[in-house]
Nanobody
Framework: QVQLVESGGGLVQAGGSLRLSCAAS????????MAWYRRAPGKLRELVARVTNSGSTNYADSVRGRFTISRDNAKNTVYLQMNSLKPEDTAIYYC?????????WGQGTQVTVSS
């Protein structure tokens, strides 16, 4: 069973940047399209960005133009570059498969944006 470990979160001021990483213990090519999700306090988990095996990307309207998702299949790692961060981006960020069946969810990485 592939395991996912997210990292790179932290506390940042509004307008700042962070780069999240998601390291998989196995092949992400075998998983397929990957995605970053987030869960803000009191809200449901939402899809933030997705990337196919070939590198095609798509984003939620709320982050388009500010976030960039990418993947390194050789390193089995997925990245999320987050720029121009806003307080409403505060959440725990997770990576996983875009489609079911999902891999076991990791612990996520906390992103906190102060105003």
């Amino acid at each position: 069973q592939v395991q996912l470990v997210e990292s790179g979160g932290g506390l940042v001021q509004a307008g700042g940047s962070l780069r999240l990483s998601c390291a998989a213990s196995g092949s992400i090519l075998s998983i397929g399209a990957m995605a970053w999700y987030r869960r803000a306090p009191g809200k449901l988990r939402e899809l933030v960005a997705r990337v196919t095996n070939s590198g095609s990307t798509n984003y939620a309207d709320s982050v388009r133009g500010r976030f960039t998702i990418s993947r390194d299949n050789a390193k089995n790692t997925v990245y999320l570059q987050m720029n121009s961060l806003k307080p409403e981006d505060t959440a725990i960020y997770y990576c996983n498969s875009l489609l079911p069946p999902f891999v076991s969810w990791g612990q996520g990485t906390q992103v906190t944006v102060s105003s």
